[in-house]
């Protein structure tokens, strides 16, 4: 599958900076986005015709809480951006994600050699997971990060492979067999990308259906903190999206609407086991 392209420029980001953010942080933020080729809302761009409605991007220090699920629900999402420094602004990586979200490009970054894999039968979804737990480790990440990578690109490719597709009548062709299910149709493949550089791993499913919303994000937000809880719903299975957030440094995400869903998970190379307090970003692009 190919990037689905960007359907419309857009104004630019309306910023929303946490109080707590010390000034220079904020001044690292403009120059930072603008080399991922991100602009900002600047109030002199109402004249002309229709515009696409304006885009809020909070600024925050990455501690995701209950209180963030709320404006997953705006329309459009409000995308959360992490510092993860209490001196530093948001980071190169991020901001180019940013970019790459809102311009529907692919999300793995195009400067890293990529693997790419399509799926369609289940017992590959196994053996993409060993694959990213390999990589992990050739790439000298720690056994820890290889295990979470594993069971982040798990989680991911099942999602797009059974939950994803739907049948003419928008009725789910696999979710609720998933017991049965050995292979889907070859038009129901989903397609893999796999990259590492020396911090983090980038895992990116791709489904062309495009019916993923914000509502699974906002719920596994509303509970962010409490006890695990694995999504079950719809006949789902594995880590479940909670745990899934809580494993990745960053989460991208980019639908169009009945065309395709996009989804990247950068998992950090480090040896920490808990990481769902550490910062990370939120990016849900919805066009």
């Known amino acids: 599958m190919r990037p689905a392209p ?3 420029a857009t104004r630019g980001l309306l910023l929303i900076a946490d109080p707590s953010l010390a000034p220079t942080v904020l001044e690292q933020v403009a120059p930072t986005l603008a080399a991922g080729g991100v602009s900002l809302y600047s109030g002199e761009e109402e004249a002309g015709g229709p515009r696409a409605p304006l885009r809020r991007l909070v600024l925050f220090d990455g501690r995701l809480t209950p209180a963030h699920a709320e404006l997953l629900t705006r329309e459009p999402p409000v995308l959360l951006l992490a510092t993860r420094e209490p001196q530093s602004g948001p980071t190169q990586w991020e901001a180019r994600l940013l970019g790459a979200v809102l311009r529907g ?5 195009g400067s890293l050699s990529v693997a790419r894999q399509r799926l369609k039968r289940l017992k590959d979804v196994q053996h993409a997971a060993d694959a990213a737990s390999l990589i992990v480790q050739e790439a000298g990440g720690s056994k820890t990060a290889a295990q979470l ?9 099942v999602n797009a492979l059974l939950d994803a ?17 050995q292979d889907v149709a070859p038009e129901d493949a989903c397609e893999l990308a796999l990259a590492v550089d020396g911090a983090r791993i980038y895992l990116e499913a791709v489904d062309r259906f495009g019916r993923l919303t914000t509502g699974p994000f ?7 903190g409490g006890r695990v809880q694995v999504n079950s719903e719809g006949g789902g299975a594995g ?6 957030i809580e494993h990745s440094d960053a989460i991208a995400v980019r639908v169009v609407r009945g065309r ?3 989804v990247l998970c950068a998992v950090d190379l480090g040896d ?12 849900f692009c919805m066009e």
């Open 6 to 8: 960007h359907l419309e």
């Open 105 to 109: 490009e692919s999300l793995v970054p």
């Open 149 to 157: 990578a594993a069971d982040v690109l798990h989680e991911l490719a």
């Open 165 to 181: 597709p739907v049948d003419g009548e928008g009725q789910p062709k696999y979710a609720h067999r998933r017991t049965e299910i």
């Open 218 to 224: 906002a719920k596994a937000l509303a509970s962010y």
């Open 239 to 244: 880590l479940g999206l909670r745990r899934m």
């Open 260 to 262: 395709e869903s996009r």
């Open 272 to 283: 920490a086991r808990r990481r769902a307090a550490l910062p990370k970003s939120l990016l």
